[in-house]
């Protein structure tokens, strides 16, 4: 567990809480196992402690008495993978505590909120919550951002080479996309949350600070959205492409039935069997009617390619 006092205008680490009486001024970020040992203490519902405890893939915010908790499920990109990760957040009057069982996570989540010390010059609680949020949304941002970077260079060498593999990767962005669009979409109603502000723990002067998170989630959606949209206009793509491919093929086996057709005629002709032939008994037949053959299909061919 670590603490900090947000009373002043930077963050300043805290050696001890005293977490049986009520917090005052404090950041805490912890794990599920640590927050069981003083949530009763703090008052804080037993249900809260359940949803730290199990992971989903959907958002909730509930307000209580005298808290908020937000149970916050998002995503980060992790090579060509999305990795979900979950983070609760309780809130109070004067005080800040993030639930995490991810240690780089929670590390994360502290090096943001340390590097924020110039926003929301006014009120510390409120700014611990706004850079709690806006390390969520950039981790996510940056996320959407780089699969559109990795669609794209898949689209080129789909236009170059459409394969099975091609199809395969496209498949997997379209599920990532999927679990995307339904995890922004649930991230919305935190917005909401956060500008309704029914506990009054948001000061009216930093509210138009979180009107700017909501629009963010919302942006978040619409970005999920175009998402699922670049994957849908690759596989257009890749369909052209293999129509593309196709055609070429059809082409090929057009080209040849037309060099292969006269002379099929020319065989057929001299595979008749009518005893009176006149080229049968002639000793330059063979070799003119195979000149003949070649002349046509060289006839043929440059009509083919002056067409062209």
Not at 97 to 119: F, L, M, Q, R, Y
Not at 237 to 263: C, H, T, W
């Amino acid at each position: 567990m670590k603490a900090y006092t947000i009373a002043s205008n930077a963050l300043t680490p805290v050696e001890k809480v005293d977490l049986a009486a009520p917090l005052r001024d404090v950041f805490l970020i912890c794990d599920c196992e640590e927050l069981t040992a003083f949530y009763q203490a703090q008052g804080f519902d037993r249900s809260t402690l359940k949803d730290c405890a199990v992971h989903d893939d959907y958002c909730k915010s509930i307000s209580f008495d005298k808290y908020d908790f937000y149970n916050i499920s998002y995503f980060q990109k992790t090579g060509t993978s999305v990795m979900k990760n979950e983070l609760n957040l309780y809130v109070g009057k004067d005080y800040v505590i993030v639930v995490t069982d991810d240690p780089g996570e929670a590390h994360a989540v502290e090096v943001n909120v340390a590097k924020g010390h110039d926003v929301l010059k006014g009120d510390r609680h409120d700014y611990v919550l706004y850079m709690v949020f806006d390390y969520l949304l950039d981790t996510m941002f940056a996320a959407i951002e780089g699969f559109e970077d990795d669609i794209d260079n898949l689209e080129i060498d789909v236009m170059s080479r459409a394969n099975d593999e091609n199809f395969k990767t496209m498949v997997d962005y379209k599920s990532l996309s999927n679990m995307i669009r339904k995890h922004a979409r649930s991230l919305v109603y935190l917005g909401e949350f956060l500008e309704l502000n029914e506990n009054d723990f948001i000061s009216k002067a930093n509210t138009k600070y979180f009107a700017v998170i909501d629009a963010r989630l919302r942006k978040l959606l619409d970005f999920s959205l175009s998402l699922s949209e670049q994957i849908t206009q690759l596989q257009s793509s890749y369909d052209s492409a293999i129509q593309q491919r196709q055609n070429k093929a059809g082409e090929r086996l057009s080209f040849m039935a037309f060099l292969v057709g006269p002379l099929t005629v020319i065989t057929g002709i001299y595979g008749m069997n009518f005893k009176y032939m006149p080229e049968i008994s002639w000793k330059l037949g063979y070799p003119l009617a195979i000149l003949g053959m070649i002349i046509i299909d060289a006839v043929f061919f440059l009509s083919f390619r002056r067409k062209k």
